[in-house]
């Protein structure tokens, strides 16, 4: 069976700081498909990043960068410089290849940055 | 390009009732799946729908069914409401399956369903 968990329920910082948001996954899959999602007060899902299981190379963009590690079966996502607008609920999610459109979210982690 | 869109937003029904929500996906888009948001259960997938036929389908009872229309427009239905069935209910598209390619999905706002 596939899992996401998120450990971190809710994290708080305060504008500028950097912070991580934790992602591990569970799957037997050898193809597979991770997802960070982040979703605003307004309910929408917003799709930030994909990244499929061969490919474990770090992407960073803007002030968003993301950490996939196979050994570790993680993939974390770091906000620099976090800004007030920052402030959602973000989604870890896992798709793999034989299980067609379904995709298996973490629990989310709420952040709120402070000014 | 519009994004996915979801009718009605916001809906108030009581128990024993039934529910009918609507998804136009993105255009273009031929893969639809279907969410359920709550505080306890968190996102759990419902169905997904491809050229209109079902693909996957997630744990859930009889009492939810969707279809899809030639146009990749879809809607689910939800019979006999139950108290438990309040919920955020979200609509995905994607241009392909996603399983098969990875692609992401593409979310609508959702509808928000209150079941008195």
């Known amino acids: 069976a596939q899992k996401v968990t998120q450990a971190q329920t809710e994290i708080s910082v305060v504008e500028k700081e950097d912070v991580t948001l934790d992602c591990v996954y569970e799957?037997?899959?050898?193809?597979?498909?991770l997802f960070w999602y982040k979703q605003p007060p307004s309910g929408e899902l917003v799709f930030l990043i994909r990244r499929n299981s061969f490919d474990e190379q770090n992407e960073i963009s803007g002030r968003y960068s993301w950490n996939f590690q196979k050994s570790t079966s993680s993939f974390n996502f770091t906000i620099t410089a976090s800004q007030v607008v920052d402030s959602a609920v973000y989604f870890c999610a896992l798709s793999v290849r034989n299980q067609g459109g379904k995709l298996i979210f973490g629990q989310g982690t709420e952040l709120s940055v402070k000014p | 390009k519009a994004g996915v869109t979801q009718t009605p937003r916001y809906l108030i029904k009581t128990r024993g009732q039934q529910v009918t929500l609507s998804c136009s996906p993105i255009s273009g888009h031929r893969s639809v799946s279907w969410y359920q948001q709550t505080p306890g259960q968190g996102l759990q997938f419902l169905f997904e729908?491809?050229?209109?036929?079902?693909?996957n389908k997630g744990n859930f009872p009889g009492r939810f069914s969707g279809r899809q229309f030639s146009n990749s427009r879809s809607e689910m239905n939800v019979s006999t409401l139950e108290l438990g069935d309040s919920a955020l209910y979200l609509c995905?598209?994607?241009?392909?399956?996603?399983?098969?390619?990875?692609?992401?999905?593409?979310f609508g706002p959702g509808t928000r369903l209150t079941v008195l």
């Open positions: 995905a598209s994607s241009p392909y399956r996603t399983g098969t390619s990875g692609g992401e999905q593409f």
């Open positions: 799957t037997r899959d050898t193809t597979y498909y």
């Open positions: 729908y491809f050229s209109e036929t079902q693909r």
